[in-house]
């Protein structure tokens, strides 16, 4: 079994650890289902062991990271500041940590985990992914790694780094890929509804939340439809109409509040729509046809301009 452990400390994010945790766990249970043995062995661990409480007031159980002899993957989870402070001077965390990744085929971290393996300088001449938040200040305080302000994940060597909370599953997603097949992982991915399984190159700021966050009612909602109907008719007329607006004064309202036309708006969307299906394999001719981008040499064109 692949022995997979996730270092934890008093008021970590939950999610953190609960997003690829749910992951590997799915993996097992997919296993099962097939008349298979599973895969991965879960294990959360911390400095003392014992009851160790999230930043949401959840617990988790854990054992001392020191007893655990020998792990295949480990990795570290976030927090915000002060309890990350609190973890870089855990006189215990740091020594025990050492010694189980020195001995592991991969080590990381998601989301601002990736300070306590910083102040380790276990990230020194490495290329790494935090949350957007936390690039500058862990560029700034450690001048020897290179941050990668824009990506999901980042795999350099047996380093895997993640950017914020939720993207720890996308990074779980892809080591699953490695370490069995992508076909698990999308089944696993299916099971757990997720929207899509982003690539790691995918950058952490989405155009369309930027425009949902951004956007006025009705427009908010209005994005979220035009999400679920790329395929269909999304011209000015067609969304003006449905916003119940006149041309014009849609036009103008959607790009003072988005900062995009329409038109320019719902391309991105179909392209970033596209790029992700593509990522996973899918044929040109029926990612064009899904994302409204037919007939296929449209598509192509819009693939390689987003590829150079």
């Not at 369309?208 to 395929?231: E, K, R, T």
């Not at 970033?272 to 192509?300: E, H, T, Y």
Request: net charge negative.
């Amino acid at each position: 079994m692949h022995r997979i452990v996730f270092v934890v400390y008093p008021d970590f994010e939950l999610l953190d650890s609960a997003g690829p945790v749910s992951v590997f766990n799915g993996v097992n249970h997919a296993l099962r289902q097939q008349g298979k043995p599973p895969f991965y062995q879960i294990a959360l661990a911390s400095s003392a062991g014992g009851a160790v409480e999230s930043s949401s007031g959840v617990a988790v159980e854990t054992c001392p990271v020191a007893d655990i002899e020998e792990a295949d993957t480990v990795l570290v989870a976030g927090a915000e500041r002060e309890p990350l402070l609190t973890a870089l001077a855990d006189p215990v965390l740091q020594p025990a940590l050492r010694g189980l990744i020195g001995n592991a085929d991969r080590f990381g971290s998601v989301c601002s985990g990736g300070f306590v393996l910083a102040a380790m300088g276990l990230l020194d001449g490495h290329l790494v992914a935090t949350h957007w938040a936390c690039c500058e200040p862990l560029a700034s305080a450690f001048p020897r790694i290179t941050v990668d302000a824009d990506t999901l994940y980042v795999v350099d060597g047996r380093l895997w780094t993640s950017a914020g909370v939720t993207t720890g599953i996308d990074m779980a997603l892809a080591m699953v890929g490695i370490d069995l097949d992508p076909v698990i992982a999308g089944e696993v991915a299916r099971r757990l509804i997720l929207y899509a399984r982003r690539p790691g190159y995918q950058s952490q700021f989405s155009r369309v939340l930027q425009a949902q966050i951004s956007a006025d009612s009705p427009f908010a909602g209005l994005i979220g439809w035009v999400q679920a109907n790329l395929d269909g008719q999304l011209d000015v007329p067609s969304l003006a109409d449905r916003a119940g607006m006149s041309e014009r004064s849609f036009h103008r309202n959607f790009a003072a509040a988005t900062g995009q036309t329409p038109a320019r708006f719902v391309e991105t969307a179909r392209l970033d729509a596209a790029r992700m299906l593509l990522s996973q394999g899918l044929p040109l001719k029926v990612v064009a046809a899904r994302v409204g981008l037919a007939p296929v040499a449209r598509g192509r064109k819009h693939s390689s301009a987003g590829s150079a």
